[in-house]
């Protein structure tokens, strides 16, 4: 399901950071209330991630593909997911989307960002991608292996399920 869209209600946040990160095209309207976020799931063709269960049961009432994420973290809710047949938990970097503002990244060679960032970084990095959208500059860091990590905990707790 690669070409999947979601719509996340305003508790999911991080896993919005998460999904775009994986390439998923996910919606996040922090203060959007029940019946729009319906609404766009259905006109848009998005499956509704929520941890509501009152708007879970609102969405399969009115025919909207929705998931009633019950993880009690991170990971819990990416294995969820995974499980459910929605999601690989690799990232895709092709695919991959600003975890900002939902627009897909460009890759990008330093020369094109070598004004923009740091000299240190660019010294030490090969790959850079850029937000075809808000111009943020992304390359794998210090914090790639907090974000494998977590996606190696992920995978164990979807085997396990």
Known sequence: MDHVKFIADGMLGK????LRLLGYDVKY???CPDPKLIEI??????ILLTKDLELYKRS?????????LRGSCLE???????????IKLEV???????????????IVNRTEVK????????????????????????????HWNSISL???KAKQLNRGM
């Open 41 to 46: 799931a259905k006109n848009e063709k998005r």
């Open 76 to 86: 819990e809710d990416l294995a969820q997911l995974a499980k459910s047949g929605y």
């Open 15 to 18: 896993l919005t950071r998460w």
């Open 29 to 31: 309207l922090k203060d």
């Open 150 to 152: 977590k996606l190696l």
């Open 92 to 106: 895709n970097f092709q695919s991959t989307r600003c975890p900002l503002c939902n627009a897909p990244l460009k």
């Open 60 to 68: 399969k009432i009115l025919n909207i593909q929705a998931v009633l």
């Open 115 to 142: 004004n923009n960032i740091p000299a240190k970084i660019l010294q030490s990095h090969d790959k850079f991608w850029i937000c075809s959208n808000c111009g943020k500059i992304y390359w794998i860091g210090s």
